[in-house]
Each structure stands twice: as C-alpha cells, then as structure tokens.
C-alpha cells in the first residue's frame, strides 16, 4: 500500500482515483465542521457545490443548511462554516440532515467522487483516521482542498501527519508526501504557531474567529471518521 499527496484539486487531474482511498481535508475549516458536527449527532451530512443548491433546503423539516464563500456565513443559511459554531448549537443539531456547502472543502469532494472510499480528515481526528484507512487495504491518496486551487500551508500539515502516522504501515510516496510529512514533524508540538503567517489564517483571523482557528489546529480531539456513501456523509463509528 502507498500514500501519495495531492496538495490542490487542481492537480487531481494528474492522479488516477480508481481503486484508490482519498482523504480529502479542508483543516480551515469544512472538514473540521464536518467531524464537529458527526461528533455531536448530526444525522448525516449532504455536501453541495453551489449556494444555489444548498438554498433549496432551507426551511425543509429535518434538515439545516450550513455553508461560507470567502470564509463569511452565506446570507441566510442557519449555519456558518464553524466547527465551534456548531457546538454552540449542539441541541438544535442533533438528529437533523446538515447540508453544506463551502469555498474549498465541498469542491474537493465533489472532485473526488472516482474514488473507492472517501474519508473525510482533520488534524481533529487525524489518528482515528490513519487507523481507518488501513482496512480498506487500498493506496491512499489525500487530497488537500487548499484555497481556490491553491496550495496552502494547514492542508499541506494534516497531509504530512497522516503520512507520519502511517510511517510503519504504507510506503509513502512522491514528492509531495515527503515535503508534507517532513513540514509536519518540524511543527507538530505547535502547529498553531505554524499557521501564523499562513495566507488563509490572515484571511480567517481579520473575520474575528481565532477561536475556530485554534480548535481546527488541534491534533486528536475527536476519533470521529467521516465516510462519503454516495452524496451522503455518516460517521463510521456510528
């Protein structure tokens, strides 16, 4: 078994899915959200492309409409993009459909639907999915949303701890493994700090939601694993 490196969608086209297990993340924080919101009884989470598709939910019993553009909550939607926000509404959450749609994070999901098994990661619940992935006994290939096809640094980190986790049980394998993994070992006892001068955490902490940003920079709060089946997202442990 290998495990390869994806650091944008916009290099998905380089790598074939089939047969393959993709971890897709989106640590800031679609992927982050995702767990918080499996981990405190969301029902199952549908992910959608377009705020359009998204807005046909709304006011529709059982279900909440969650999702961002540029990291600000869509204009009407019950929810925002956050991980903490969710937890405030933990009552109010449990037992519905979320569905969501974001930046980055929804995107790359929908880009990696060739795939055999998708798993949905976060530096949250980053060792329970390294222990996931292992029985599917397939190569595993994460795919780091980034930022509207760029790379990005905190993506870039949850790639790297996957593959140090991993270590002992795949072959890692290509460049962007490597760099990955070598850039998680040199942050991993404070990747907060490491995220400093990141692109995406200026952009997020000029909204007023360092909060958020330290939680979704947190390794193992949660042993929650997302799986993908089909358009609907339900946690593995459930």
């Known amino acids: 078994m290998q495990i390869q490196v994806c650091l944008s969608p916009a290099l998905l086209p380089m790598y074939d899915l089939a047969g393959k297990t993709v971890v897709v993340t989106d640590v800031l924080r679609a992927t982050s959200t995702m767990v918080a919101a499996l981990e405190i009884g969301v029902s199952n989470i549908i992910p959608v492309a ?39 509404h933990r009552e109010a959450l449990q037992g519905n459909t ?29 060792s329970a999915v390294a222990k996931a992935v292992l029985p599917f006994e397939k190569d595993i290939l994460v795919v780091c949303a980034g930022w509207k096809n760029r790379v990005n640094l905190e993506d870039t980190l949850f790639a790297g701890a996957l593959n140090e986790l991993l270590k002992n049980d795949v072959s890692i394998y290509g460049d962007a493994a490597i760099m990955s993994q070598q ?38 709060s949660s042993d929650v694993v ?11 442990n459930a």
């Open 50 to 88: 377009s705020r359009a598709e998204a807005s046909a939910f709304i006011g529709k019993e059982g279900f909440l409409v969650a999702g961002e553009r540029d990291g600000i909550k869509v204009e009407g939607f019950d929810l925002g993009n956050s991980p903490l926000g969710l937890l405030a």
């Open 98 to 126: 979320l569905v969501m749609t974001t930046t980055n994070g929804t995107k790359a999901l929908k880009e990696s639907a060739g795939a055999d098994h998708i798993i949905i990661g976060a530096l949250n619940n980053a």
């Open 183 to 220: 850039l998680f070992v040199a942050h991993q006892h404070n990747l907060f700090e490491a995220i400093k001068n990141a692109t995406h955490y200026k952009r997020l902490k000029s909204h007023g939601i360092e909060d958020d940003i330290k939680h979704c920079m947190t390794m193992d």
């Open 226 to 236: 997302p799986i993908q089946i089909e358009e609907s997202i339900h946690s593995m």
